[in-house]
């Protein structure tokens, strides 16, 4: 099987660290180019993570015929304009989370999916992780009996002004780098849209960033509570909670490359954890799992892990997050 050629726009260290040695061992995937502003940092990246061709601009690495497929992991303000780029230049795009800075953007790159005829998606490799699939498969079996509540926290701390989430105008604070993951992974379990958001937001003084955001999702079936944080102690914790047991992933968004997983089931008999049954996982990297996945996808035809339609109400309840914030009011997500 002839494997689908991808070129990276940009060397970001999402792309360097995590995603490129990922889809390097995939089965359907080559990273075949990679591209930067900077021709000397192309090179450069080429040559560490062992890529045959480095460009020194976007535009040459669009124009090259034997690139079926782009991985956009610029910064978030550059997600629509260079994702409608590569669509126009017949490419398929693999663009990185959050997809683009507010719904009008998600709108215009579905425009120009219909438009061009090419598959576009967005990278939340959670979708596609073992942990994350039996997760979902667990709740809506009733293994912990009616889902009722979800809470999730996620931070890490960063004070750095020069990066670039620490640039508001860039789409930086923590809500759109991390805070969209529990609004994501919410919506995927729970099977179900919020009905309403209610919020509460800290800036940084200086940068304009949200360092601290706090929000409840009020879903059908009950509310996600999560926080998110830019300059707080590094840390990951999501639970479940059904009215016969609760469900708790160890580590929910960076499992670890080639290691095993595991998810960790508590019928609730009581509070010292008697009554908890783990379950592991193979060891995986869930950035091979993702690229392989949306080579299927693109070859055949079919929505990608993560479609455009779905990106669109992820963004409508991330903009009700920061209304909600704004107003101290209940706000609706509008798509």
Not at 163 to 182: A, F
Not at 191 to 217: C, F, H, K, Y
Request: proline letters at 7%; hydrophobic letters at 40%; a negative charge.
């Amino acid at each position: 099987m002839t494997k689908m050629r991808w070129g990276v726009l940009g060397a970001a260290r999402i792309a360097t660290v995590k995603v490129i040695p990922g889809m390097q061992r995939s089965e359907e995937c080559e990273i075949t180019a990679i591209a930067s502003r900077s021709a000397d940092k192309a090179d450069e990246a080429a040559r560490a993570l062992n890529i045959p061709k480095a460009y020194g601009s976007y535009e040459e690495m669009l124009a090259d015929p034997d690139i079926d497929a782009v991985y956009n992991p610029l910064p978030n303000h550059l997600h629509v304009p260079w994702s409608i780029r590569a669509a126009e230049a017949g490419k398929h795009v693999l663009c990185e989370k959050p997809l683009g800075m507010n719904l009008a953007e998600v709108r215009q790159l579905i425009e120009a999916r219909d438009r061009t005829g090419v598959t576009i998606g967005e990278a939340f490799m959670v979708q596609v992780h073992p942990q994350w699939v039996r997760t979902t498969e667990l709740v809506r079996c009733g293994r912990i009996g009616a889902l009722r509540f979800a809470m999730v926290s996620y931070g890490y701390f960063n004070t750095r002004p020069e990066n670039i989430r620490n640039v508001r105008e860039y789409g930086g604070g923590g809500l759109m780098d991390i805070g969209c993951y529990p609004i994501k992974v919410s919506r995927m379990v729970f099977g179900e849209e919020p009905l309403r958001v209610s919020a509460t937001m800290r800036r940084d003084p200086a940068m304009g960033v949200d360092i601290v955001t706090a929000a409840i999702l009020d879903y059908p079936s009950g509310p996600c509570h999560f926080s998110c944080g830019m300059q707080v102690v590094p840390h990951q914790t999501v639970q479940f909670f059904g009215t016969k047991g609760r469900i708790e992933l160890e580590i929910p968004f960076n499992a670890i490359p080639n290691e095993r997983s595991c998810i960790l089931m508590d019928d609730g008999r009581d509070v010292i954890g008697s009554g908890i049954e783990i379950e592991k996982f193979a060891p995986c990297d869930q950035y091979t799992l993702q690229g392989d996945a949306f080579a299927r996808a693109a070859r055949s035809h079919t929505p990608p892990p993560v479609p455009l339609e779905d990106s669109l109400r992820t963004m409508a309840v991330i903009e009700a997050v920061v209304r909600a914030a704004e107003s101290g009011r209940w706000e609706k997500p509008e798509c």
